[in-house]
């Protein structure tokens, strides 16, 4: 695994992205930038639930921070997991309670990672999520 994605390793993969600090969007954004991603940024949960229940729109992974405005990212990953069941959902907080990890899981994110989180961390998840789904769905 190489520590970026470059050109089109993920060309036709779309990423949803729910933050509302905006260092964390450049910070995401700068990750990115050229790795052939669509990417749409949401920056408060009640704009994307409103976008996911008016939009049948493909998603391969959905990275979300906990504390958003309106509606937090546990309820979001709730409603979210009613029209996408098989999404990868990565939670990214600086909020850590044993509680609130639990909750986060049984509403069916597939990873909870604190932040800072770093490129490495980043990449690696993309490895797991999206790049092997890639390999798999179109073999050369």
Known sequence: ???????????????????????????????????????????????????IESSSEKIDLLIIDFLIPFVNGIECTRLFRRVKKQTPV????????????????????????????YPEKIYCLLEKYLRQQYRYSHPN
């Not at 949803?16 to 949960?45: C, H, K, M, Q, W």
């Open 1 to 51: 695994m190489s520590l970026s994605f470059n050109n089109s390793e993920l060309q036709g993969k779309k990423i949803i992205i729910v933050e509302d600090d905006v260092p964390s969007i450049r910070y995401y954004e700068n990750l990115l930038l050229n790795s052939g991603a669509a990417i749409t940024i949401f920056t408060n949960g009640k704009d994307f639930l409103n976008h």
């Open 90 to 117: 990565i939670m990214v907080t600086a909020y850590f309670s044993e509680q609130t990890k639990n909750e986060a899981l049984i509403a069916g994110c597939s990873e909870y990672v604190l932040k800072p989180v």
